[in-house]
């Protein structure tokens, strides 16, 4: 059996499980799609979203790439952002990095890695403007771990400077962000203590004014 083969096995015997543990579980999914949640998380196989915060599919929406990384010109990340806030009208955005993430280790070092390390450029930006804070510490490990953190936090701050959040904040939706990061090793969630639900918590150089450039 080829390893598509076993996949696809292993996909039967899973839809036989659940359906017999719940006779209605698909259909009871199918019907459901009204998370409250938005995970924007990284790519990285070790982190199933879903499973490690005890959510089923439908209600959990989910965005991952390399880093978790957030740009204001990544449309496809800003468009799973408007329609989670816009249609799914979620009430928490998380995101959530994990200890020890390729991604960031990648950054952190000066090896060429092809094109990878255009998407990574924001990791560097955090290193050179906390690199006094992050060399300080003594290991290898201590160090990306930090930048792991440094790096959610900084993915919040963009996703509060988006048009799409603040224009939720101002006709009064109930939205909070937040930032956690996963530990790989005992499978247990940081609460990094980053929440943000108003725009007056955002610095004023990045707040819109609403009806801004209308004569």
């Not at 880093?67 to 928490?92: G, Q, T």
């Not at 090793?185 to 004014?209: K, Y």
Request: proline share 2%; aromatic share 8%; with cysteine.
């Amino acid at each position: 059996m080829s390893e598509i083969e076993t996949i696809l096995a292993n996909n039967r015997e899973w839809s036989e499980r659940m359906s017999k543990q719940e006779s209605d579980y698909f259909p009871k999914l199918a019907s459901q799609h009204s998370p409250d949640f938005l995970w924007i998380g990284c790519s990285d196989s070790r982190v199933p979203a879903n499973e490690i915060v005890g959510l089923l599919p439908g209600e959990l929406f989910v965005h991952r790439n390399v880093a978790n990384i957030v740009y204001s010109s990544d449309v496809n990340c800003l468009s799973v952002v408007e329609y989670a806030v816009d249609v799914l009208l979620v009430k928490h955005i998380i995101v959530c990095g994990h200890y020890g993430c390729g991604g960031v280790k990648a950054a952190l070092g000066r090896q060429s890695h092809g094109l990878i390390d255009n998407w990574l450029l924001k990791i560097k930006d955090i290193y050179a403007r906390h690199r006094e804070d992050i060399d300080s510490l003594r290991s290898e490990t201590k160090k990306v771990d930090r930048l792991c953190e440094l790096n959610v936090v900084e993915q919040v701050k963009t996703l509060t400077h988006t048009t799409i959040i603040q224009d939720a904040w101002r006709r009064g939706q109930e939205l909070a962000l937040h930032g956690w990061i996963y530990g790989l090793e005992d499978g247990l969630i940081n609460d990094l203590g980053v929440r943000v639900d108003g725009v007056g918590q955002v610095p004023e150089a990045f707040r819109f004014v609403e009806g801004a450039g209308e004569k």
